[in-house]
């Protein structure tokens, strides 16, 4: 494996930060399994993984992870379930956080934004590997993600209510600023230039810079 | 395989959209098995793919392959190398289509989104699956990289001496220009609401705002 895979790999601090999205996933083994399987997903895709895979980075037999997923496709659901719930949340919370259009819009875009820095590996998995859910749960998590779209298209309507934006096209700029903010997962590395913070600060700023009147 | 998956496969646009990327590459077989291994990455993944899966879509055995690349990873290194000039050559005409700041500045961020949105399926393998590529050829690709990023700051730094832009974080806009348009490899969809001519004017607009003074 080149050392530039290698590095994703033993970077310890993004175990912590995987710990920190599954905390609330009981019991302690199926979180142990869906931690093994978001690590296994983002370095070789879902169709380069295996069961066994997943099983021997969690330090079980492959019989033991069927005793909690009956298949590999049940952990990527379940790991795209809790992402993208946690992913809402954090655009949820920010868009709470204040009534000012623009101090809203900034937080929005800079905690989604950071997010997905700082929980790369599982946010490259929940974006990338949409097409491998089941038809069932296509739909599921398709919900889901309609309802981060409408959280950010509300966040941009109120500012032009109040008369704080200017947005020709409310879609298109809600599109783009999800996109940046996804796209932080795939080329953010915890060695790089900016912290996940600083990307937040950096999205936000352009954000500001696309809505003046 | 799921309804949505299945969509990609079938959609014979694509299959001319990929020829008119690799028209220059001889002998044929060769583009053959560069085309029939695009596909495979793109939906499964470069991990998810076997030397077999790329040989039964190009129609060649096994041993076929191996007449012409001597590995997977020399597939993936082609594809990525004409995939990035590409790429490159796109952004360098679009910034020579023009003098004025602002009308270059339009052009390369438009050329350059609807490239990715049009060339999805070769996008895509080009930018996630960078870490697959042996050291030497990741070296050599992301010297091309960063050609395309410079390409991107000389656009912004340019409309800044001519007085025609303000931009407090040239590398910070550079990056979210790029990526806004790599991204768009991953959400395009052909039979979705926008198309690739219609995403390069959305984000040339917003360009256009994040650049006014």
Redo the contacts between chains.
């Keep these: 494996m080149?050392?530039?895979?290698a590095n994703?790999e033993r970077d310890e601090s993004l175990e912590a930060d995987l710990e920190a999205i599954w905390a609330e996933i009981e019991p302690p083994v199926v979180r142990r399994l869906m931690i093994a399987a978001v690590q296994e997903f983002a370095?070789?895709?879902?169709?380069?993984?295996t069961t066994r895979d997943i099983a021997s980075r969690a330090g079980l037999s492959p019989a033991g992870v069927y005793v909690h997923f009956k298949s590999k496709e049940q952990l990527l659901y379940r790991i795209s379930l809790v992402g993208h719930q946690r992913s809402l949340e954090v655009l949820a919370e920010a868009a709470a956080s204040t009534t000012d259009p623009l101090a809203r819009l900034r937080a929005v875009v800079s905690d989604f934004s950071s997010w997905h820095a700082r929980y790369h590996m599982p946010a490259k998995v929940i974006?990338?590997e949409i097409?491998?859910?089941?038809?069932e749960h296509?739909l599921e998590i398709g919900a889901l993600r309609r309802r981060i779209d409408a959280a950010m298209r509300v966040t941009l309507d109120d500012g032009i209510e109040q008369g704080a934006f200017v947005i020709?096209?409310v879609g298109?700029?809600a599109?783009?600023l999800l996109?940046?903010a996804?796209?932080?997962a795939?080329?953010y590395r915890p060695a790089g230039q900016?912290t996940p913070a600083e990307i937040g600060t950096?999205?936000a700023?352009?954000a500001e810079?696309?809505?003046?009147p």
């Design positions: 080149p050392v530039h895979s994703i370095i070789h895709g879902y169709h380069g993984t974006n990338y097409g491998a859910l089941s038809e296509f020709p096209d298109g700029m599109l783009a996109s940046l996804i796209d932080a795939r080329w900016r950096l999205f700023d352009l810079r696309m809505v003046r």
